[in-house]
């Protein structure tokens, strides 16, 4: 490899340095931990501003940072379609509308919400998959980066210069991780973690901003990338009156709908990985803030993650022909440009056998999750080099960080206290609280072995939870904003989501594919496009079977009376006054601002 | 609760930013810097952080001052210093 490159003294330096402050933060905020709403739900008393920044950063996973500009490589600017469509109005809609229920009605988990809301089995139900996903996500975000750190041999000097194994920097870096990330929640709880979390976003913006600033001066700015691109890859919109007209392979309806819509509103409005950074928040103004106020960092998240995988196949494509021949790449600097890189997307190898992946037709499969890395050890020097390891390290704790304080919260509060025991004190709880933090890491140090191992069952897994979590934001919407709706329709309606779900994928398969785990294991009644063409497809259909039955089943079975949903649903709380003087602090005006620069930015790029 | 996240963020870009420029200082003639597009990204950088780092100091410096003194105020007033620090 042409750009493999020793790491100096000072590289290392700044890993461990910050190391020492994630778990420096931890231990000073260990003494503020007395009971178990202190460890687990911060106390609510989280300024707006953190609570924000940690509810981008907790999202901001290996899953973003490495898939972002995979996909960037993969699919061009449309992919910020998954920022700007399929992200910004969740938030804002969260911010504005919802979080006077889940704050208000003084929940401490979206759980322990469906609980008021409706009854137990709603709620059990939610919170068994969500802890069981929560481990899996964990999981697999440990066993990408042990992989990632294996392939591009960034640690290997260390470990022969110790005389270890190779093999063992895999293992090391499972573990050395997962020890950081329980240290600092163990010591500090869900402070810590949001705290870190707001380290991390700025670590990241450290780590990248220069990447992509050398980046682009590298290909000559936005002209001189879009120049050595075709235009589908650098346009959101103006491919999607037909799905063979965008590397996305879909079409406006289902991109807005089953994106922007179903899947966007489901994982934004009711993940509570994501919302109990809000719940955290030290006041309702500021609940109602911390959506928004990350809303505004994730909208230029795109030229962070994004642009280094367009910059990334500017600098290859002419190695590598398009994946679909969507249109022709202009034929200046073309030799010239061949000659600067040849591994920037690199073909996959197999860790094993050391043997390049080919695909039926015997070309190589590129590897696109190492755009981001080796754009790292191309471009940066050491020093910076150290910087922008360590921010991409941050990025896949910080995933791993979120995971766990959400699973102990709800492993605590919404399966222990509910099912095990219900009368302990609270210091009883306090210490189940940090059991189950230990439990979490090390369940995902399992998950992370297990992903290693099966990454086939890895898969089915993953599909399964996608149809568990389709449906969910049909059981939200109607359960906040019509008080009819009861905990039957809410339990049967989701089942029913779920069951859809299912049924659609078994039944359609994307064009190209073999039934099996793409889908078309019943029958295959329709073939679409593309692979996403079909998830999307899959969400709405269960979104709208949860929908339909929810009310159906509702108005079938008997509703509560109303003094019982005061302040969890909307025609029976009092409207939020904005008590804020500043009129940039009030919700509705922050929203509409917000998605007003998101409009700007998706007529920029139509 | 604790204290102000502003504090650490501070101190680590600090060090950081005041690393890389130093190290950038000793290295500046290196090949590596070829890497960079013949640009010492360690040096420019570096100063980007380093004073980025010393502003978040000084933001939190400045308001932990203006609680202690808003407190010192309350309790020459006779009201609870409780009120005054949530503001």
Known sequence: MNHSQELQWIDYLIMIIYFGFVLGIGFLLKSFMKTSSEFLTAARSIPAWVAGLAFLSANLGAQEVIGMAASGAKYGIATSHFYWLGAIPAMVFVGIFMMPFYYGSKAHSVPDYLLLRFDKKTRSLNAMTFALMTIMSSGISMYAMALLIQTLHIFDAPFQMAGLPETWVFHVSIILS???????????????????????????????????????????????????????????????????????????????????????????????????????????????????????????????????????????????????????????????????????????????????????????????????????????????????????????????????????????YDIYRAYIRKDGSDQHYFKVARFMTVLGVALSVGAAYFAAAFNNIMDILQLVFAFVNAPLFATFLLGMFWKRTTGHGAFFGLLSGIAAAALHQGLTLPEGSVPGIKGGWIAVVNTYPSEMAQNFWTAIFAWTTCFLVTIIISLATAPRPDNELRGLVYALTERQRDECVAWYQRPVTFGIVVLGLTLLLNIIFF | MGF????????????????????????????????????????????????????????????????????????????????????
């Open chain 1, 178 to 412: 997962a020890l950081i990330v329980l240290g600092y929640i163990f010591l500090g709880g869900l402070t810590s973690a949001i705290y870190n979390e707001v380290l991390q976003f700025f670590l990241i913006v450290a780590g990248f901003a220069p990447l992509v600033f050398l980046g682009l001066k590298n290909v000559g700015g936005w002209s001189g990338l879009k120049a050595e691109l075709p235009t589908a890859f650098v346009h959101a919109w103006s491919g999607m009156g037909s799905p063979h007209n965008n590397p996305l392979g879909v079409e406006w309806f289902s991109l807005v709908m089953g994106l922007g819509f179903v899947l966007s509103f489901g994982y934004w409005c009711t993940d509570f990985l994501v919302v109990q950074r809000a719940m955290a928040a030290d006041s309702m103004s500021a609940a109602r803030r911390t959506p928004l106020i990350a809303a505004v960092p994730k909208m230029l998240f795109p030229f962070l993650v994004i642009l280094p995988g367009l910059i990334a196949l500017a600098l290859t494509r002419p190695a590598q022909d398009p994946p679909s021949g969507l249109g022709e790449r202009s034929a200046a600097k073309t030799a010239e440009v061949a000659t600067v890189q040849d591994s920037l997307i690199a073909p996959q190898v197999n860790v094993e056998t050391g043997q390049v992946v080919k695909d039926k037709e015997g070309n190589p499969v590129l590897d696109y999750n190492t755009v981001i890395p080796r754009m790292l050890l191309h471009y940066f020097p050491s020093g910076m080099l150290g910087l922008g390891l360590t921010a991409l390290l941050a990025s896949f704790m910080s995933g791993m960080a979120g995971n766990v304080t959400a699973f102990n919260t709800v492993c605590t």
């Open chain 2, 4 to 87: 102000d996240i502003r504090i650490p963020i501070g101190y680590l870009f600090t060090i950081f930013g005041a690393m890389l420029v130093l190290f950038a200082m000793v290295t500046a003639k290196a090949d590596m810097y070829q890497r960079s597009l013949g640009i010492n990204i360690n040096l420019w950088w570096g100063a980007v952080l380093l004073i980025f780092g010393l502003l978040m100091i000084f933001a939190a410096r400045k308001s932990q001052a203006q609680t202690q003194q808003a407190r010192k105020a309350d309790r020459q007033q006779g009201q609870s210093p409780a009120k005054s620090a949530n503001q």
